[in-house]
């Protein structure tokens, strides 16, 4: 079963077509983006990988016994992701959340995201005002290498002949003002890592446990929650057991407050 018929075998669909945005960007054709809605409650828009995939059940079942879940197919592949190559910036990226938000009826959400999904919600943090709750998971809000993630990225992407998105997406955050935009996130922000979690390519040490440690005392004084897994590395996502009551802890206060 390939990702598209796992998203189909799980549950209620629809589809945007993302054309209108805010960003000069917006203007280009876009691609039908999927999603599909999950349970009832205030809404979670899943920026995770592993939520996808054949695990992604342990989040669906899980998260949509006190969550209204949406789940977007995204981000694109294959051809729909060679015709946004060029454009794929954090403006693209948080235009199309934005539109399968409202295609979805959620006028606000909150927004877990792992890994390249965690830089994402940094970037909708700082450019709408829906957010009701960000949960940064497997990124450091703080000291994160953009400039060494893009070239990783293009790298990655030639070796592999795929197109290059992510380089598009990192290269578009070298030059942005990090410190200063995170310390302006006012939103209930979380942010968790596995203690081990350490990644070694093409010459880039991404250390993203250990940043998040070493930026605790930081994050924390800026109002985030942060914790720390011990003994897991980066696949933690790969464990909703284990991070569902960690994320849970956090958002429940939050949005089900009342």
């Known amino acids: 079963m390939n990702r598209r018929q796992v998203l189909q075998s799980l549950g209620a669909t629809g589809v945007v077509i993302a054309t209108q945005g805010s960003s000069p960007l917006a203007a280009q054709a876009r691609k039908a983006i ?3 809605v999950h349970g009832t409650g205030p809404a979670l828009i899943l920026g995770v990988t592993a939520a996808q995939g054949a695990g992604g059940k342990g989040y669906i079942d899980q998260l949509s016994k006190r969550y209204r879940v949406i789940l977007m197919d995204y981000p694109p592949t294959g051809d729909d992701a060679i015709a946004v190559e060029s454009s794929f910036t954090p403006d693209h990226v948080c ?3 934005l539109s399968v938000a409202d295609a979805a009826g959620a006028q606000r959400f909150a927004w877990f995201g792992y890994s ?3 830089a994402v919600g940094l970037q909708l943090a700082i450019r709408t005002n829906r957010l009701s709750a960000l949960v940064c998971g497997g990124w450091s809000p703080l000291d994160s290498p ?3 993630m893009a070239r990783v990225a293009g790298v990655l992407a030639e070796r592999a002949k795929e197109p290059k998105n992510w380089a598009t997406f990192y290269k578009a955050l070298a030059k ?3 410190r200063d935009a995170v310390s302006k ?5 979380m942010t968790f890592a596995g203690s081990k979690d350490i990644i070694d390519t093409e010459g880039l040490t991404l250390r993203i446990g250990p940043m998040i440690a070493e930026h605790k005392a930081d994050l924390e004084s800026m109002g985030w929650t942060v914790r720390l897994v011990d003994d897991f590395a980066h696949e933690l996502q790969t464990r909703p ?3 569902v009551p960690l994320i849970s ?3 429940d206060p939050v949005l089900l407050r009342g």
């Open 176 to 178: 942005w003002p990090e």
């Open 146 to 148: 953009y400039s060494e």
């Open 116 to 118: 390249w999904g965690g």
């Open 249 to 251: 802890e956090f958002l």
């Open 95 to 97: 235009d199309d959340i």
């Open 34 to 36: 999927k999603y599909e």
């Open 241 to 243: 057991d284990v991070v």
């Open 185 to 189: 996130i006012s939103v209930p922000r």
